[in-house]
């Protein structure tokens, strides 16, 4: 008993004179492999910083810097494929997407944006793919469930396409996009109240979505509605200055409805903008119309 007290007077000794060996935790934060990885990582969390204030430029250097301390962090990899991605950058962006995805199979983001990315290139079936295997890793992924249903109904896949837009919303209610699309299939398929409900939503959800208002105008439009197909032209263009399609679409609604000057006017705007964007098909088509309604 005593040996043990003296023992341990003697361990509270060495403790309280402030000489202690150095602990695992200590050594770890001084080891330079730890100091290397800790910059790698502060650079990522910068990078994504500088993404999400608009500095694209500065957001790739902390990315490119961190890859060239660490070249295993999938992170750095993953945020500088969104950030190509966003500059136009497609085929780089997937080229990090992959290399992201070899460091961590498991991360679901890069199988997403991959998709994404190879939708942008044409790639219907591999963004599916990729979509499954972010559905596969996060049951719950809501705007995986959105985009694959999309890419379905860009397939053909229709049915397919909306059995995903109504998992999207089963898991996220407040997803105006889910609504959007299924509108969208919904119309194709031949369901137009059911379309015009979906947009609806969609529009309760987002009152800033342009698209939403352009598409429930169509719908309304094809139904004979041609007021309310104005009304929702009227509404995308509003949210959106530089519709063409929105314009064009407005003119034709308007020239049915016996506004020729009013049409007129829109198809000028419609060609100025379809023009600024170097599409010269529509522009000399809606040049063509223009000088017909003039003749008149």
């Known amino acids: 008993m005593k040996k043990t007290l003296i023992l341990g007077m003697l361990i509270i000794g060495i403790a309280s004179t402030g000489c202690s060996p150095q602990s695992d935790f200590d050594k770890m934060m001084s080891s330079p492999e730890f100091e290397r990885k800790a910059k790698a990582s502060l650079l990522v969390n910068s990078g994504a910083k500088k993404s999400q204030s608009g500095d694209e430029k500065g957001a790739i250097a902390d990315f490119d810097q961190s890859i060239e301390i660490d070249p295993k962090i999938a992170e750095a990899y993953g945020n500088r494929g969104i950030v190509k ?11 990090d997407y992959d290399q992201s995805i070899i460091l961590d199979p498991k991360y679901t983001k890069s199988y997403f ?14 963004a599916i793919t990729d979509y499954d295997q972010a ?4 049951p719950k992924y809501a705007e995986a469930y959105t985009n694959r249903g999309i890419r379905k109904s860009e397939s053909g896949d229709l049915k397919g396409a ?3 837009y109504n998992q999207s919303i089963v898991i996220d209610p407040k997803l105006a996009k889910a609504y959007g699309n299924r509108g969208a299939t ?5 369901d137009v109240k059911g379309a015009i409900a979906d947009y609806d939503q969609a529009i309760i959800l987002d009152p800033k979505n342009a698209v939403a208002y352009y598409d429930r105008g169509i719908v309304k439009y094809q139904s004979g509605d041609k007021k309310e197909a104005i009304i929702d032209y009227d509404r995308a263009i509003i949210l959106n200055s530089k519709y063409a399609n929105a314009y064009s679409n407005r003119g034709v609604a308007k020239y049915q ?15 100025f903008l379809v023009q600024q964007r170097g599409d010269e098909d529509s522009y000399k088509k809606l040049q063509k119309l223009i000088q017909l309604l003039e003749r008149k």
């Open 85 to 95: 991605f966003s500059l136009g950058d497609i085929k780089g962006a997937i080229t």
């Open 113 to 126: 944006n991959r998709g994404n990315a190879k939708s942008s290139l044409g790639d219907i079936k591999g």
């Open 135 to 138: 559905i596969i890793l996060d």
């Open 162 to 164: 909306i059995t995903d």
């Open 186 to 190: 919904k119309y194709t398929l031949g």
């Open 257 to 271: 409805s016996g506004d020729i000057q009013g049409s007129l006017a829109d198809f000028k705007i419609a060609a």
